[in-house]
């Protein structure tokens, strides 16, 4: 069966994941998760994609970004993901890929899932044990969770509008936020989101489904004949 294109459509968040090939890492020191965050704050203003969070794992990496051009994602992340495998290459001394092929994304519903999605990306450290729990998510370096508490200003962030709802001040949304982080998600929305990145289906209801359909002639969700797909793992 051949390959569906990857579902973008501009002025919708879109749900990105890039794994590192065979699980390897992708980073090596500070400078290479440094090095990568500086690319994709390059890459997002020249290919005008508004990235709303992140997070950068040892062997893979999350974004959470809307693009305003149909073009612009695929771009960014080609120009990132070239750039950053020659970065990597020269300073370990190796050649060849680096990636697990192309990057999977999809695109969610706004008011059911954005919000829902930060925190899945912001909570991806816990879960895998890379901090402790008692300091959770606000422990770790390499995500957007530090800008929207207020720890540090982040350049790379556009905030999503739908933040701003969360409070009438800076000081009120960063705690709201934080809260909203601290209370965790379900196992069944970490699954959902997963699952609709690396399957490249849209997530969202019944209705925001159906009306991302009259905009594409990619079909945007599993159609109920065939057998079911196996989901890879993260």
Not at 84 to 103: H, K, P
Not at 174 to 191: C, F, K, N, P, W
Not at 215 to 234: H, Y
């Amino acid at each position: 069966m051949a390959r569906l294109p990857r579902l973008t459509l501009p002025g919708y968040p879109h749900h990105i994941i890039q794994r590192g090939n065979n699980r390897q890492a992708i980073f090596a020191s500070q400078a290479d998760y440094q090095t990568l965050l500086n690319l994709l704050l390059e890459n997002a203003q020249k290919f005008k994609v508004a990235i709303h969070a992140y997070v950068l794992m040892p062997n893979h990496f999350h974004l959470l970004a809307t693009p305003e051009t149909a073009d612009g994602l695929p771009q960014m992340m080609q120009a990132v993901g070239r750039r950053y495998v020659r970065w990597f290459n020269d300073a370990q001394g190796r050649s060849g890929t680096l990636w697990e092929g192309r990057y999977k994304s999809t695109v969610i519903d706004t008011d059911q899932y954005l919000l829902t999605c930060m925190a899945y990306l912001d909570l991806n450290p816990v879960r895998a044990g890379l901090v402790s729990n008692s300091g959770g998510a606000a422990d770790y370096a390499w995500s957007s969770h530090g800008h929207y508490i207020g720890q540090k200003v982040d350049k790379l962030i556009t905030p999503h509008p739908l933040v701003w709802g969360l409070g009438n001040t800076p000081f009120a949304r960063e705690a709201a936020y934080a809260d909203l982080v601290r209370g965790g998600i379900s196992a069944s929305q970490t699954v959902q989101l997963t699952d609709a990145a690396l399957r490249g289906w849209a997530l969202g209801g019944k209705d925001f489904v159906a009306g991302l359909q009259t905009l594409t002639q990619r079909r945007v969700s599993k159609s109920a004949a065939g057998r079911p797909m196996k989901v890879p793992e993260v």
